[in-house]
């Protein structure tokens, strides 16, 4: 299991290994709107545990050529988790 922490909210929440990070949608603050990548709603700054993140897919690289202003921003809908610890902000 993953266990993702979102700063803003105090709290985590775990995930099995592999899962998509879409799946929080629902579990905690952060918004989800088109989960395709293309609106930013789900836009965060990894603060913890970018190394337990998969690489952007080719769908999320397009999404952040557009909205990221920082390497260690990701879109939460179309990233995958490895494992481990991983703290967000927004
Ligand atoms: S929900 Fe729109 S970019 Fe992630």
Not at 3 to 31: Q, R, Y
Not at 67 to 73: L, N, Q, R, S, V
Request: glycine share 8%; aromatic share 4%; net charge negative.
């Amino acid at each position: 299991m993953a266990t993702i922490e979102v700063k803003n909210d105090g709290a985590s929440v775990e995930l099995p290994d592999g899962s998509l990070l879409a799946e929080l949608d629902g579990k905690c603050s952060i918004l989800f709107a088109c989960k395709t990548a293309s609106c930013a709603s789900c836009k965060v700054k990894v603060v913890e545990g970018m190394e337990n993140l998969e690489a952007p897919n080719e769908l999320e690289e397009a999404g952040l050529a557009t909205f990221a202003t920082d390497p260690t921003e990701r879109l939460m809908c179309v990233c995958k988790i490895k494992g481990g610890k991983i703290a967000v902000e927004y």
